[in-house]
């Protein structure tokens, strides 16, 4: 089974500076996906960034961006010009390949503070 | 597009008794997923439908929880009897086959006193 780590549970940074999440995962998998879903208050999961494990350039979407190290299992989230919305809990998940039973297994967390 | 459909938002019972909640996935996502996420945790997967068949259930305390999925589409989640550890907030979700990206509800969030 697969395992995803966030050794981080708290993380801060102040308004319009950057911050990295860390996130490294255990599977024998050659090919899955990775994610990053950011969880505010409201409860509702909204997905932020994916990864596909077959593809080695980085994704990056618009302040986010990824640091994918495949040999490393390793997948960390930068946020760039941090804005007081971003404010929220993020969660790295993995996600089997087609043809799998593709379940979507979560870290635990880290809980991202603003500050302006 | 409709997102995914969850009701209560809200459920407060006391312990041995029992309660469902309910699942209205995006139209057309044959995958849908129940996790349990207890407060300063992550998701925890539940159970898993392909359509209205299981694929992995592995992770339901299947004494006490129960779910299905009749016709492929709506899914209920039960809890009989309840225990004061099933405090938690219940995700839905639900994706397309052969696309990675699953989207999520509110969540029910259950309180056991």
């Known amino acids: 089974a697969q395992t995803v780590t966030q050794s981080q549970p708290e993380m801060s940074v102040q308004e319009a500076e950057t911050v990295t999440l860390s996130c490294t995962y255990d599977?024998?998998?050659?090919?899955?996906?990775l994610f990053w879903y950011k969880q505010p208050p409201s409860r509702q999961m909204i997905l932020v960034i994916r990864?596909?494990?077959?593809?080695?350039q980085n994704a990056t979407e618009n302040r986010f961006s990824v640091n994918f190290q495949k040999a490393a299992k390793s997948f960390s989230l930068k946020i760039s010009d941090s804005q007081l919305g971003d404010a929220a809990m993020y969660f790295c998940?993995?996600?089997?390949?087609?043809?799998?039973?593709?379940?979507?297994?979560f870290g635990s967390g880290t809980q991202l503070t603003v500050l302006p | 597009e409709a997102g995914v459909a969850q009701s209560p938002r809200y459920k407060i019972i006391e312990k041995r008794q029992s309660v469902a909640f309910w699942c209205n996935p995006i139209s057309g996502h044959a995958t849908l997923y129940w996790y349990q996420q207890i407060l300063g945790q992550g998701p925890k997967l539940l159970i898993q439908?392909?359509?209205?068949?299981?694929?992995?259930d592995s992770q339901l305390p299947k004494d006490r929880f129960s779910a299905e999925r009749l016709k492929g589409v709506d899914s209920t989640l039960k809890i009989q009897p309840a225990k004061l550890e099933d405090s938690a907030v219940y995700l839905c979700a639900s994706s397309l086959v052969e696309n990675t990206e699953a989207f999520f509800g509110q969540g029910t969030r259950l309180t056991v006193v």
């Open positions: 998940a993995y996600r089997s390949a087609p043809g799998s039973a593709r379940q979507l297994t």
């Open positions: 599977t024998s998998e050659s090919d899955y996906y």
């Open positions: 439908f392909q359509n209205n068949g299981v694929v992995d």
């Open positions: 990864q596909e494990a077959y593809k080695q």
